[in-house]
Nanobody, 121 residues
Framework: QVQLVESGGGLVQPGGSLRLSCAASGTFFISNYAVGWYRQAPGKQREMVATITSGGTTNYANSVLGRFTISRDNAKNTVYLQMNSLQPEDTAVYYC??????????????WGQGTQVTVSS
């Protein structure tokens, strides 16, 4: 089992920005894995937001394309999600997880507590 901890969420006004962090714990070396950010809004299914492979290839949901950027810092054993131009529809609990690169749906880690992002004026 891999163990990832999400942080960086909070309350932000529309148009604002947040940077979420997905930090690997223990001896887990995040650079060896594809990692995705997922979110779940109240009453909705969990959806993929952005993914990054171990080689650095990225993919984004259409709803966040051009606004969010996923990146990794292997030295810090962390994957980030830079979220710009946030809108109320981005409000959700955000999770990170490892996945098999053939499909972001094929997550391989344990879902954690996530980090709450609330976009509201």
């Amino acid at each position: 089992q891999v163990q990832l901890v999400e942080s960086g969420g909070g309350l932000v006004q529309p148009g604002g920005s947040l940077r979420l962090s997905c930090a690997a714990s223990g001896t887990f070396f995040i650079s060896n894995y594809a990692v995705g950010w997922y979110r779940q809004a109240p009453g909705k299914q969990r959806e993929m937001v952005a993914t990054i492979t171990s080689g650095g290839t990225t993919n984004y949901a259409n709803s966040v394309l051009g606004r969010f950027t996923i990146s990794r810092d292997n030295a810090k054993n962390t994957v980030y999600l830079q979220m710009n131009s946030l809108q109320p529809e981005d409000t959700a609990v955000y999770y990170c997880n490892t996945y098999i690169p053939i499909s972001a749906r094929l997550t391989t880690g344990t879902w954690g507590q996530g980090t709450q992002v609330t976009v509201s004026s």
